[in-house]
C-alpha cells in the first residue's frame, strides 16, 4: 500500500553565456490554482476515470483557468501540448511563460475531455495597506532572483524580518490577504518592522539556470546568502536591528545564515532541533499516529520507511538504484524516482541536506533566539525540536527563548486539535479553514519579542 508522508505539502530558464546578466525580471504568469498529483485514491474519492493528471483543488476567479473555463475539481492532462502527470510537470511547463504568452489546455471536467486557450493573466503586485512594497533584484552567477521588500509607511531606517520560507518550490508572494502568511506580515508591517524576502531560483519571477526543484541544499543556501547581503545593503532598513524569521525548513537555514553577520535575532517557526535523518523517523514513526495510523500499521510500513531512509540520506542511492528494489517502487512514488524527486525536491536536496550538522549549526548562534511551536503542528511533529534549539543556544552563549503557540498549525493556522487540523488536510478543506482562522498569537508573540530586543539594546 503506497502512504504518503506530509510534511508542509501546500504550490529553467533563460541563460546567458556565462551567466544572467542583470536586468528588469519579466512579470510570470499565474494559473490562478491550487493542485495535487492525480492518485488512485484521490480519484477514487472523486470519482475521476482518468489515469494521469493533475487534480485541481482550487481555481481563483477571473484567473487564467478560470479564463478557460476550468473549475474546481477537473483533472488537468496538458498543458501547451505537453502532458503533466505531476505538480512538477506544472511547474515545468509553467516556469518558461510569462505575462501575455498564449497557453492551451487540456482537461476533463465530469470525466468530458476539453481542450481550451487564452492569454496568460500576469501574477498581481503585492500590496500592504500600512506598507510600501518595493521589487528587487538579488543577481549572482547564473541567477537573477526577485527580491520583495516591504516596508511601513512614513517610517524611516524600520528594523527588518528576513523571512525564510520552507522547503517547497512555491513562490513567496503573497497577493491574497486571505493568506495566513500575508497577515504574519502584516502584523509585523503595521507595528514598524519592514519584511525582505527573496524567491528561490526559478521561482516566480527568478531566471536561473536551475530550478529549485533541480538544486541541492547547498545551492540553495547561496541564494539565502545572496538575499542576505542584498538587505544588508538596503538603504531603508536598520541593518543593526535584523530578525530572521525560519518557517519549516527556514529554520534550517537561519543559523547557517549566521556567518554572513549575526542578526539582532533569529525567530523559527515548525522547524526541527536535530539532523534531518533524524527527524526523517519521526516522521515515518511518530507523524502517522496523527492520522490515525495504528501502531502495528507504523511498525509495518517501517520495515520499508527505515531502510528507505538509510538507503536515500546515508548511502545515498539514486532514483535509478532505488527503482530496483520492487519494495520501493510499491510504496512510494516511482515516478518521481525516475526523475531524481522526492516530495517536490532533487534527490541531492535531500541528501546534502542530510550532511549538515544541524545541532551544531545553532551551537554557533550567539544572538538572540526565539523558537516557536505550534500546538498543533503535524509537521514538525512535537515541541521537542524548538525546546532543543532554545537549549543549545544557551548552553553555548546566546540567549534561547521557547514558546509553544496555543491552537496554531504548520501553516499558522488555528485548529480546535491536532485531529481537527489531520482532518482537513485530508479531506480537502484546509485552504478554506484557513482563510478565516489566522493564527494571530504567532503574530502578537513574534512582534512582542522582537520589540523587547530592540529596546534591550
Not at 490515525?292 to 517501517?302: F, W
Not at 498549525?409 to 486539535?417: A, E, M, Q, Y
Request: aromatic share 10%.
Amino acid at each position: 500500500m503506497k502512504r504518503l508522508i506530509n510534511i508542509s505539502l501546500l504550490a529553467f530558464l533563460l541563460v546567458a553565456q556565462q551567466g544572467l546578466e542583470a536586468q528588469t525580471l519579466k512579470r510570470k504568469g499565474l494559473l490562478g490554482i491550487m493542485m495535487q498529483t492525480l492518485t488512485d485514491s484521490i480519484a477514487s474519492q472523486h470519482n475521476i476515470k482518468v489515469d494521469r493528471g493533475v487534480h485541481l483543488t482550487t481555481v481563483m476567479p477571473k484567473s487564467t483557468f478560470s479564463n478557460l473555463g476550468i473549475k474546481q475539481g477537473d483533472v488537468l492532462t496538458k498543458l501547451n501540448g505537453t502532458s503533466v502527470s505531476s505538480i512538477q510537470d506544472v511547474l515545468e511547463v509553467t516556469s518558461q511563460l510569462y505575462e501575455g504568452d498564449k497557453i492551451n489546455a487540456e482537461y476533463y471536467s465530469n470525466n468530458i475531455k476539453s481542450n481550451g486557450s487564452t492569454t496568460l493573466k500576469g501574477r498581481p503586485i503585492e500590496t500592504f495597506e500600512n506598507g510600501n512594497v518595493t521589487y528587487g533584484e538579488v543577481v549572482y552567477k547564473d541567477n537573477v532572483l526577485r527580491s520583495i521588500l516591504v516596508t511601513p509607511k512614513h517610517t524611516r531606517k524600520a528594523p527588518v524580518v528576513f523571512f525564510l520560507q520552507g522547503y517547497t518550490c512555491g513562490s513567496v508572494e503573497t497577493v491574497s490577504n486571505d493568506n495566513p502568511m500575508k497577515k504574519l506580515m502584516s502584523d509585523w508591517v503595521n507595528a514598524g518592522f519592514a519584511v525582505y524576502r527573496i524567491e528561490k531560483p526559478g521561482v516566480g519571477d527568478s531566471q536561473s539556470k536551475k530550478h529549485c526543484s533541480e538544486i541541492s541544499f547547498y545551492e540553495e543556501l547561496i541564494a539565502f546568502k545572496e538575499g542576505y547581503k542584498d538587505l544588508l545593503q538596503q538603504k531603508s532598513i536598520d541593518a543593526n536591528n535584523i530578525f530572521m524569521f525560519g518557517h519549516s525548513m527556514g529554520g534550517v537555514i537561519a543559523p547557517l545564515l549566521n556567518e554572513v553577520k549575526a542578526p539582532k535575532g533569529m525567530l523559527v517557526y515548525g522547524t526541527v532541533g536535530k539532523n534531518w535523518y533524524d527527524y526523517m523517523i519521526d516522521l515515518y514513526t511518530v507523524q502517522p499516529k496523527h492520522f490515525g495510523v495504528s501502531d502495528a500499521q507504523i511498525k509495518e510500513d517501517n520495515k520499508v520507511n527505515l531502510k528507505f531512509n538509510n538507503d536515500f540520506l546515508i548511502k545515498k542511492l539514486s532514483g535509478e538504484e532505488m527503482l530496483k528494489n520492487d519494495a520501493y517502487v510499491a510504496f512510494f512514488n516511482a515516478e518521481d524516482f525516475r526523475r531524481n524527486q522526492y516530495i517536490g525536491r532533487h534527490f541531492k536536496f535531500w541528501q546534502s541536506l542530510a550532511a549538515i550538522n544541524i545541532p551544531k549549526a545553532w551551537s554557533k548562534v550567539k544572538t538572540n533566539v526565539f523558537a516557536m511551536h505550534g500546538e498543533f503542528d503535524i509537521q514538525a511533529i512535537n515541541p521537542n525540536g524548538a525546546k532543543k534549539i532554545a537549549e543549545i543556544v544557551n548552553d553555548n552563549g546566546g540567549e534561547g527563548d521557547f514558546i509553544l503557540i496555543k491552537n496554531a498549525d504548520h501553516g499558522f493556522v488555528n485548529f480546535n486539535s491536532m485531529q481537527h487540523n489531520s482532518e482537513t488536510l485530508g479531506n480537502g478543506s484546509y485552504m478554506t479553514h484557513a482563510r478565516d482562522n489566522y493564527a494571530k498569537l504567532l503574530g502578537a508573540e513574534s512582534v512582542k519579542w522582537m520589540q523587547s530586543k530592540i529596546k534591550s539594546k
